[in-house]
């Protein structure tokens, strides 16, 4: 297990997106216009290529990601029609979380 001098105390998530071609203003402005759930204490948007972009979220703890994720489906139910399926096995999102374990800032 990795860990850091400081204790554990906050999650991360991770979701990458393909937008579709035409569709990044409207997916752009509907991330602006989300509000975060509660527990979440920051929020990021990442362009990382042509139409591809990575959501990163800071979390109180691995309970607060859970209890947002209802939101958080709700968001992406949103925004699904502007996004291109990345793989049959991910579909539309490509998610990750876990403990931040190191964190400088």
Not at 75 to 80: D, E
Request: hydrophobic residues 40%; negative net charge.
């Amino acid at each position: 297990m990795i860990t850091s001098n400081k204790a554990v105390t906050s999650y991360l998530n991770s979701v990458r997106v393909i937008v579709k071609q035409g569709c990044e203003e409207q997916y752009l402005d509907k991330v602006r216009a989300w509000v975060r759930p509660e527990g979440m204490t920051s929020n990021h948007m990442a362009r990382i290529g042509e139409r591809r972009y990575c959501f990163v979220g800071l979390w109180d703890s691995e309970d607060a990601l859970m209890a947002g994720r209802s939101n958080m489906i709700e968001h992406l139910n949103s925004v699904r029609d502007f996004l291109e399926e990345i793989s049959p096995e991910l579909g539309v999102t490509d998610p990750v979380s876990g403990p931040v374990v190191i964190s400088m800032g």
